[in-house]
């Protein structure tokens, strides 16, 4: 029988493993777009392991501002930058 | 190609030597720790103790408690900052003027799973702002999370569609107003006989907010704060949206016509 706080501490490594690949994706990644997209799956990862370590008041304010707000303020920079990054179509 | 591999490696080693610490009981032997400082034995015992009155906050939510009365000037003053920052963007784009005109916004299933989601969103928001004094949650939360919903109507409607129900003057008067209600509720116990941000009564100044209203434990001022809270940063982060979101041409404008007047 698997214990129940081994279950939500499993939950949580699986979302640091996730995080991690997310994190590189997001830093590799030449579209920003899509490196947003990937920051904000990092995010999700994150206020999932937040949950499990019984932070909810940061998961409450993680959530809105990881995934809603900041991915809009990128948006609105890379609006004004271009969406890829060293030129178009990249190296 | 090589940077690539920069960025593989260096993201395995802080991963390895993390986990290593965190194995090796940097963050303690368990999660969560065991055996509680006084401080935080404190801080965990007094946030709601009807029988010692006078050191009690009266909400059973230990953040908020820590948030807005035994840390309540701290909080006071990451408001200030964060309100800082907020009016520095609205100094910077000082000369927009988000345009009325109401774009015609996603397809028409976008548009009804919005005017579906938002009210919810909203409703949520409210809860998370109005039950801080009990559940998790608390003002910023609450506030953060009703921005969304701003930020769901633009991108699904138009910026336009956002403007002409809450536009850039009155965003900031909500905030204001918001802010405004912090500092009253700071302020009344001094003006009352009582301490700047006092909540429930002490052994040396006796007012008080009411812990309850009408049998429902409110928590005194904790309430209050959260609900000027959530309207000053429910309006302070949607007026930042609002602006970095403009069009390019107008900001362009705005910006261009600053220069002509220095030269």
Redesign the interface.
Known sequence: MIEPVNVALGLAALSAVLSVIATYLAVSDRDLLRALIFSALQSTAYAIIFLVLMAPDIVLVYVPVAVGIYPAVVLALIKRVGRFEGGEGGE | MAS?YL??VS?ALV?VSLSFAVAYGALGAS??LEGLRSLARAYVTLAYAPWNRTLTVMSPEA??SIVWDFRGVDTFFETAVLFGAIIGTVTLFRGIKPSARIGEGLSAIARSAAAVTAPMILAVAAA?ALHGHLT???G??GG??A??VA?VIL?TFSLGYLVSGLSKERALMLRSAGLLGIAAVALIPPILGGIVFQNQAKELSQFSYPAYIGGALTSGSLLFYNLFESLAVAAG?TL??ML??SP?EVVEEAVRGEDHERI
Request: without cysteine.
């Open positions: 690539r960025i593989a993201i991963v999660v969560p953040v908020t998370i998790p949650g608390g910023f939360q953060a999370t921005a969304v930020l991108v982060l930042t949206i970095l979101l390019h």
